[in-house]
């Protein structure tokens, strides 16, 4: 059989017990593994059912459900809401065999778990509070019991069941025991039985089987034997469900291997029970108990190897044999053959065999009929009374109740319903809301169980309501090749579909969409698709029970509101994006990336861009429907509501370029807000950052690169327009290059500020309002340019017309931990300066570098153009200091020359008197030559050293150090 997903999601399915109920006046009963109760009752004649149809299979299982549960003894005075007040044990378990339409008697524990297993499968396809209650109550009293009171494979496997239940698993009933405390119930059970069953204290599972076939002897060697194997092995299989690790699988495979040797000796004549040997047979009057139970016993075998999956070659035989015993009107017999002569019928004798072609692992057209027709006769002979409240049982002539049968044919019905009865649903793909104006095509589809009979008609009244545009017939299309196929307006939304199939034809035997009907949204609201009566035939004209579904969908025509604050900003290989939203009915935000491109979409315009004749920037987009429909635009991800950010990535370098982006707010049924205010646009790459040396940071490699380019124009043979990234448009190092074809100081700037831009942030260094520059004329003619105070400089331009012959970096210069660039290009003077590293400013004080020039300099001659950290222009003070002059800070200056061979000379400057020592000390500490230990006054200052040490000697070429120290001042320069 097809198992449908109800089952599936509940878990394992179990087998329950057995107390047989022949039609005939006879001999005793027994319930399983106890004493002999009461008498075999005849079933009543078939009436006409309280519940429409036998067919209606779901109808039967639900009335049968309510009645088991009335046959409850409540587990606290009327809980299950049976409505009587009665003076059963309170114990939530079943009793035996009564007269009254409730329980009044004793319980028995060996036929809860058979007898509640009907509500079980019943609350599968229909879960419902009563019936909840009533299954807690009759675990709680499994799981309260002594196990030597509960014996029986039913109860563990209804234990373990219930386990699985998910309200059992989620612990949401204050009145339920653990899941874990049902199943160490269940395990108690199982591990009394092992030890106690078996005699002498044997307790091998071959033992085990012995001792059960042994229970049965001498008074019913026949087909309750091999059911009775086939209930042990169900419980273990279902403990091997819950223990994976437990060694259960083995164990019931064992224990089929007992119930065919037993069943399938090999020498034909010794077995318990053979399906083809002496327990193959009938009496008129029951005088042989070996051919009592046959069908119970085929029917065992089968679910047993269909359970175990051991000896499934015979289960054709098995289902050939058992099929035998099916009467034309679907009843089977209690004893071989189904004998026409005599009136054999069972209702636990049709239950059972109903279990087994249910989870049969071979099921055929013929199984699946049988199941059919035998399903059809337990519907057929179930109690009516007119009263929902006392129908649904399963009596006798003489209003005999026993729980229990009732309970077994409720779950068959319950099988039935879910292999049986098809189901008509009806599914609308696509979004869920809907936009308004599209087209939401709604399908009905058939979806049968293995047993159901071919449909070989069909009416089904629909109605459709909602915000959609007027419906008419045509909008109806046939799906499923149909004879005949028909669609009646009946005005208001509601229509009358019809289809059949003409002549010999078995009818639609396997899932299939019937018809679909194509709805054109048209406003705000909910558009609902109801099923509102059906009538489905088979090829007999007999009606076919299904369960219909209809559904809603929503229609949203309203569009969130835009996005704002589009932010992109670049990294290697990535952009990121941000955005601000209210996140008010949308579902998603959609982001599209345009390139920058040149004349042809999709190709950058890198590294060009404004340079680049026919360059173009992508066309903003009105709205999201716009961005869709673009050649300009790419969607370039989406993320849901309340992330308000998005990474772009690129596998490598080779798709660099400037790209723009639009982000838009996306509800559920795909409408799309318009565009922001304002987008943004960012490079997807670190300006700087240049081939051959692209990493994903600006290094070394890089500035040798924008050295080898510097102060090159376009049609020069070195320049090279990867280098021409400055300046932005936002003046920052993350901006739009503005390229002008020229590799200059503003290339150099932002080279500077993205210089290991990848490594951790720093805190940005304050940066002064004003920079105070001194430009002071040394002793020997030179010409410097001074940092006197102020914070966070990081580039100078200085220009003038004056020729120079060369430019060296000052003391402060080199004193700096950074990388820093000192290049003037021409013969004229056109000094840049910058410091690299992000966010990083000169520190300290002094010459920042030193000019020699043909003629004398005056600061009014020199263009200065300053820069901060941020790239900002600074204002400065300058001021000029000749030798003469007083400065204003103290200064020890670079040797010059440096090399030197023998002689250099060591300039300093004072701001006032002061006692000063200067010395030239070896790499090892050692004091060389001691050059001055006086008292100098306010001014600039200079002191030749020849090379030689106090001693007069020459000493040996190297690097040393020479050190001044006046009064609060003191520095160390290094000269070779």
Same mark, same amino acid.
């Given at each position: 059989?097809?198992?449908?997903a109800?089952?599936?999601?509940?878990g394992?399915?179990g087998?329950?017990?057995?107390?047989?109920?022949?039609a005939m006046?006879?001999?005793?009963?027994?319930?399983?593994?106890?004493?002999l109760q009461?008498?075999?009752?005849?079933?009543p004649?078939?009436t006409?059912?309280?519940?429409?149809?036998p067919?209606d299979?779901?109808?039967?299982?639900?009335?049968g459900?309510?009645?088991?549960?009335?046959?409850?003894?409540?587990?606290?005075e009327d809980?299950?809401?049976?409505?009587?007040?009665?003076?059963?044990?309170?114990?939530?378990?079943?009793?035996?065999?009564?007269?009254?339409?409730?329980?009044?008697?004793?319980?028995y524990?060996?036929?809860w778990?058979?007898?509640?297993?009907?509500?079980?499968?019943?609350y599968?396809?229909?879960?419902?509070?009563?019936?909840?209650?009533a299954?807690?109550?009759?675990?709680?009293?499994?799981a309260?019991?002594l196990?030597s009171?509960?014996?029986?494979?039913?109860?563990?496997?209804?234990?373990?069941?219930?386990?699985?239940?998910?309200?059992?698993?989620?612990?949401s009933?204050?009145?339920?025991l653990?899941?874990?405390?049902?199943?160490?119930?269940?395990v108690?059970?199982?591990?009394?039985?092992?030890?106690?069953?078996p005699?002498?204290?044997? !307790?091998?599972i071959?033992a085990?089987?012995?001792?059960?076939i042994?229970?049965?002897?001498p008074?019913?060697?026949?087909?309750?034997?091999?059911w009775d194997?086939?209930?042990?092995?169900? @419980?273990?299989m279902?403990l091997?469900g819950?223990y994976?690790?437990?060694?259960?699988d083995?164990?019931?495979d064992?224990?089929a291997?007992?119930?065919?040797i037993?069943?399938f000796?090999?020498?034909?004549?010794d077995?318990?029970?053979?399906?083809?040997?002496h327990?193959k047979?009938f009496?008129?009057?029951?005088?042989n108990?070996?051919?009592?139970?046959y069908?119970?016993?085929?029917?065992?075998?089968?679910?047993?190897?269909?359970?175990?999956?051991?000896?499934?070659?015979?289960?054709p035989?098995?289902?050939?044999?058992?099929?035998?015993?099916?009467y034309p009107?679907?009843?089977?017999?209690?004893?071989?053959g189904a004998?026409?002569?005599?009136?054999d019928?069972?209702y636990?004798?049709t239950?059972?065999?109903?279990?087994a072609?249910?989870f049969?692992?071979?099921?055929?057209a013929a199984?699946?009929q049988?199941?059919?027709?035998?399903?059809?006769w337990?519907?057929? =002979?179930?109690?009516?009374?007119?009263?929902?409240?006392?129908?649904?049982?399963f009596?006798?002539?003489?209003t005999?109740?026993?729980?229990?049968?009732?309970?077994?044919?409720?779950?068959?019905?319950?099988?039935?319903?879910?292999?049986i009865?098809?189901s008509?649903?009806?599914?609308?793909p696509?979004?869920?809301?809907a936009?308004c104006?599209?087209t939401k !095509?709604v399908?009905?589809?058939?979806?049968r169980?293995d047993?159901t009979?071919?449909?070989?008609?069909?009416?089904?009244?629909v109605?459709i309501?909602?915000?959609?545009?007027t419906v008419?017939?045509?909008?109806f299309?046939?799906?499923?090749?149909?004879d005949?196929?028909q669609?009646?307006?009946?005005?208001g939304?509601?229509f009358?579909?019809?289809?059949?199939?003409?002549?010999?034809?078995p009818?639609i035997?396997a899932?299939?969409n019937?018809?679909?009907?194509d709805?054109?949204?048209?406003?705000?609201g909910t558009?609902d698709?109801?099923i509102?009566?059906?009538?489905f035939?088979?090829p007999?004209?007999?009606?076919i029970f299904a369960d219909?579904?209809g559904m809603?969908?929503?229609?949203d025509?309203?569009?969130?509101?835009?996005?704002?604050d589009i932010?992109?900003?670049p990294r290697h290989n990535?952009?990121?994006?941000?955005?601000?939203?209210?996140?008010i009915?949308?579902?998603?935000?959609?982001?599209f990336?345009g390139?920058?491109?040149?004349t042809?979409?999709?190709?950058?315009?890198?590294?060009?861009?404004?340079d680049?004749?026919?360059?173009?920037?992508p066309?903003?987009?009105?709205?999201?429907?716009?961005?869709?429909?673009?050649?300009?635009w790419?969607?370039?991800g989406?993320v849901?509501?309340?992330?308000?950010?998005f990474?772009?990535?690129?596998?490598d370098?080779?798709?660099r370029?400037?790209?723009?982006?639009?982000v838009?707010?996306?509800?559920?049924?795909?409408?799309?807000?318009?565009a922001? @205010?304002?987008?943004?646009?960012?490079?997807?790459?670190?300006?700087?950052?240049?081939?051959?040396?692209?990493?994903?940071?600006?290094?070394?490699?890089?500035?040798t690169?924008l050295g080898?380019?510097?102060?090159?124009?376009?049609?020069?043979?070195?320049?090279?327009?990867?280098?021409?990234?400055?300046? #932005?448009d936002?003046?920052?190092?993350?901006?739009?290059?503005?390229?002008?074809?020229i590799i200059?100081?503003?290339?150099l700037m932002v080279?500077?500020?993205?210089?290991?831009?990848?490594?951790?942030?720093?805190?940005?260094?304050?940066?002064?309002?004003t920079?105070?520059? @001194?430009?002071?004329?040394?002793?020997?003619?030179?010409?410097?340019?001074?940092?006197?105070?102020?914070?966070g400089l990081?580039?100078?331009?200085?220009?003038?017309? =004056?020729?120079?012959?060369?430019?060296?970096?000052?003391?402060l210069l080199?004193?700096?931990a950074?990388m820093?660039?000192? =290049?003037?290009?021409?013969?004229?003077?056109?000094?840049?300066?910058?410091?690299m590293?992000?966010?990083?400013?000169?520190?300290?004080?002094g010459?920042?570098f030193?000019?020699?020039?043909?003629a004398a300099?005056?600061?009014?001659?020199?263009?200065i153009?300053?820069?901060? #950290?941020?790239?900002?222009?600074?204002?400065?003070?300058?001021?000029k200091?000749s030798?003469a002059?007083?400065?204003?800070?103290?200064?020890l200056?670079a040797?010059?020359p440096?090399?030197?061979n023998?002689?250099?000379?060591?300039?300093f400057?004072?701001?006032e008197?002061q006692?000063?020592?200067?010395a030239?000390?070896?790499?090892?500490g050692?004091?060389?030559?001691t050059?001055?230990?006086e008292?100098?006054?306010?001014?600039?200052?200079?002191?030749?050293?020849m090379?030689?040490?106090?001693?007069?000697?020459?000493? @040996?070429?190297?690097?040393y150090?020479y050190?001044?120290?006046a009064?609060p001042y003191?520095? =160390?320069?290094?000269?070779?």
């Amino acid at each position: 059989m097809k198992f449908r997903a109800i089952l599936i999601i509940f878990g394992v399915i179990g087998i329950m017990a057995l107390a047989t109920v022949a039609a005939m006046a006879g001999g005793p009963v027994a319930s399983p593994e106890g004493v002999l109760q009461g008498e075999r009752g005849e079933i009543p004649f078939v009436t006409d059912k309280a519940f429409g149809d036998p067919t209606d299979f779901k109808a039967a299982a639900l009335a049968g459900a309510n009645y088991v549960r009335y046959m409850q003894a409540d587990f606290t005075e009327d809980n299950a809401g049976n409505g009587f007040t009665d003076a059963d044990p309170d114990n939530g378990g079943f009793g035996w065999q009564t007269t009254a339409f409730e329980n009044t008697g004793a319980t028995y524990g060996n036929v809860w778990g058979i007898t509640i297993n009907g509500l079980y499968q019943v609350y599968l396809l229909e879960p419902s509070t009563p019936l909840y209650i009533a299954m807690r109550d009759a675990a709680n009293g499994l799981a309260a019991s002594l196990p030597s009171d509960v014996t029986s494979a039913p109860n563990i496997t209804y234990l373990l069941n219930f386990s699985n239940l998910p309200e059992v698993i989620a612990g949401s009933d204050p009145l339920a025991l653990s899941s874990a405390a049902y199943k160490a119930a269940a395990v108690a059970i199982w591990d009394y039985d092992l030890d106690s069953r078996p005699a002498s204290g044997n !307790t091998s599972i071959y033992a085990f089987g012995q001792a059960i076939i042994e229970g049965r002897l001498p008074g019913l060697p026949n087909g309750i034997v091999a059911w009775d194997m086939a209930l042990w092995t169900d @419980a273990l299989m279902e403990l091997h469900g819950n223990y994976p690790a437990g060694g259960y699988d083995a164990l019931a495979d064992s224990l089929a291997d007992v119930s065919f040797i037993d069943s399938f000796p090999v020498v034909p004549g010794d077995g318990i029970f053979e399906p083809d040997g002496h327990n193959k047979g009938f009496t008129l009057d029951y005088s042989n108990v070996e051919f009592e139970m046959y069908t119970i016993g085929v029917a065992g075998l089968i679910r047993n190897f269909s359970r175990t999956g051991s000896h499934t070659d015979k289960l054709p035989l098995l289902q050939t044999l058992l099929l035998e015993c099916q009467y034309p009107d679907g009843a089977f017999s209690y004893q071989y053959g189904a004998t026409p002569d005599i009136n054999d019928r069972g209702y636990q004798d049709t239950a059972y065999p109903v279990w087994a072609l249910y989870f049969t692992t071979n099921s055929t057209a013929a199984t699946n009929q049988a199941f059919y027709d035998a399903a059809t006769w337990l519907g057929a =002979v179930q109690e009516n009374t007119g009263l929902a409240e006392t129908s649904g049982g399963f009596l006798y002539s003489d209003t005999t109740h026993i729980p229990e049968v009732g309970s077994e044919c409720t779950a068959a019905l319950a099988y039935a319903a879910i292999a049986i009865n098809p189901s008509l649903n009806t599914t609308a793909p696509g979004p869920d809301p809907a936009q308004c104006g599209v087209t939401k !095509t709604v399908t009905f589809d058939y979806d049968r169980g293995d047993a159901t009979p071919g449909l070989y008609g069909y009416e089904v009244v629909v109605q459709i309501t909602g915000p959609v545009n007027t419906v008419v017939e045509g909008d109806f299309s046939v799906l499923t090749s149909m004879d005949y196929f028909q669609v009646v307006d009946n005005t208001g939304g509601q229509f009358t579909v019809n289809g059949s199939r003409f002549g010999t034809d078995p009818g639609i035997l396997a899932d299939a969409n019937l018809f679909d009907v194509d709805l054109v949204t048209s406003g705000d609201g909910t558009v609902d698709i109801s099923i509102v009566s059906y009538r489905f035939r088979d090829p007999d004209n007999v009606f076919i029970f299904a369960d219909m579904n209809g559904m809603d969908f929503v229609v949203d025509c309203t569009a969130p509101g835009p996005v704002a604050d589009i932010t992109a900003a670049p990294r290697h290989n990535k952009v990121d994006v941000t955005w601000t939203h209210g996140g008010i009915d949308n579902a998603t935000y959609e982001i599209f990336r345009g390139l920058w491109y040149d004349t042809t979409i999709g190709v950058s315009a890198y590294p060009e861009y404004d340079d680049l004749t026919g360059s173009t920037i992508p066309t903003r987009p009105a709205n999201y429907a716009g961005a869709l429909a673009s050649g300009e635009w790419v969607h370039a991800g989406s993320v849901g509501v309340g992330t308000l950010n998005f990474t772009d990535t690129w596998g490598d370098a080779t798709s660099r370029g400037v790209y723009y982006y639009e982000v838009f707010a996306v509800d559920a049924a795909l409408n799309g807000s318009v565009a922001a @205010a304002a987008n943004d646009r960012a490079t997807n790459y670190w300006l700087g950052d240049v081939p051959p040396y692209i990493d994903g940071y600006v290094k070394a490699n890089d500035i040798t690169v924008l050295g080898a380019c510097f102060a090159t124009s376009q049609g020069d043979g070195l320049y090279n327009n990867m280098c021409d990234v400055g300046a #932005t448009d936002d003046w920052s190092r993350v901006g739009i290059p503005l390229t002008d074809s020229i590799i200059d100081f503003e290339d150099l700037m932002v080279f500077s500020m993205n210089y290991s831009v990848v490594t951790d942030a720093k805190t940005a260094p304050q940066i002064s309002q004003t920079i105070e520059l @001194a430009w002071v004329q040394k002793d020997d003619g030179r010409w410097a340019l001074h940092l006197v105070g102020g914070t966070g400089l990081k580039g100078v331009h200085v220009r003038s017309a =004056v020729a120079v012959t060369s430019v060296t970096e000052g003391d402060l210069l080199a004193s700096q931990a950074e990388m820093t660039f000192l =290049v003037n290009t021409g013969d004229a003077m056109d000094v840049n300066l910058a410091l690299m590293g992000r966010d990083l400013g000169f520190v300290g004080t002094g010459e920042l570098f030193v000019i020699e020039a043909g003629a004398a300099v005056s600061p009014k001659e020199l263009s200065i153009d300053l820069r901060g #950290t941020d790239n900002s222009k600074l204002d400065y003070t300058l001021d000029k200091i000749s030798g003469a002059d007083t400065p204003k800070i103290f200064n020890l200056g670079a040797n010059y020359p440096n090399p030197f061979n023998p002689m250099t000379k060591i300039n300093f400057s004072l701001p006032e008197a002061q006692d000063v020592m200067l010395a030239v000390y070896s790499l090892d500490g050692r004091k060389v030559a001691t050059l001055l230990n006086e008292t100098r006054g306010a001014g600039p200052h200079e002191v030749v050293w020849m090379g030689r040490n106090d001693a007069g000697q020459a000493v @040996a070429s190297g690097t040393y150090f020479y050190r001044i120290d006046a009064g609060p001042y003191s520095q =160390v320069r290094k000269m070779t």
